[in-house]
């Protein structure tokens, strides 16, 4: 499997992006998937997770109320919707796909197997 995530780029504080994850090679309908970010220096953390049929999404503590996770099987696609952008939102932003089908909504990295290479946000002050 393979993910590939796109939709990164600068923005102003304030402001949107939607970062999208695509799979290829494997469907994602049966795997929870998961949002992490690394910004420089920093361990990697957590956004949010989505089950696989959307009944369970979690986040961060940091983009709650201004992040939303949703996704779309028959696209085989994530999305992350983030709102009200904040300079220390500024990171690479992964997507992974669970290591289990049997997981709901992981939250640690050693719960996801498949990664994507990251798209980079960066927001300005």
């Known amino acids: 499997v393979q993910l590939q995530a796109f939709g990164g780029g600068l923005v102003q504080a304030g402001g949107s992006l939607r970062l999208s994850c695509a799979a290829s090679g494997g469907n994602l309908v049966n795997y929870a998937m998961g949002w992490f970010r690394q910004a420089p220096g920093k361990e990697r953390e957590f956004v949010g997770c989505i089950s696989r049929r959307s009944g369970t999404i979690l986040y961060g503590d940091s983009v709650k109320g201004r992040f939303t996770i949703s996704r779309d099987n028959a696209k085989n696609t994530v999305y992350l919707q983030m709102n009200s952008l904040k300079p220390e939102d500024t990171a690479v932003y992964y997507c992974?796909?669970?290591?289990?089908?049997?997981?709901?909504?992981?939250?640690?990295?050693?719960?996801?197997?498949?990664w994507g290479q990251g798209t980079e946000v960066t927001v300005s002050s």
């Open positions: 992974a796909r669970a290591r289990s089908t049997t997981t709901t909504a992981p939250t640690s990295r050693n719960d996801y197997y498949y």
